[in-house]
């Protein structure tokens, strides 16, 4: 089914963790904040559309691994660190 949607639709599919995507998006917003800077700023340097930083930020889209990667990079971090959400409990 995949292929046959067009790119902006596969990101409006359901997501299987809305809570995870919302803790993230809140973790990633509190990252960039600390570093000043703005939802243009970090799309710009992570080569990634500001809406797309918007729509992670807002919970409305889960991060793929290279959107994930390419933040990594821009906010200078590594990936556990951005992908370790405080508060939330790791899986056993």
Do not use: W
């Not at 799309?43 to 918007?54: G, L």
């Amino acid at each position: 089914m995949l292929k046959t949607c067009p790119k902006y639709y596969r990101s409006l599919l359901p997501v299987k963790n809305p809570g995870g995507v919302k803790a993230f998006g809140e973790h990633l917003r509190r990252l960039r904040e600390q570093r000043g800077m703005s939802q243009v700023e970090l799309a710009d340097y992570a080569n990634v559309s500001n809406v797309t930083v918007h729509r992670i930020e807002t919970a409305q889209f889960a991060a793929t691994i290279d959107v994930l990667l390419s933040l990594t990079k821009a906010l200078q971090i590594p990936l556990h660190e951005l992908v370790k959400v405080p508060g939330m409990e790791e899986a056993d």
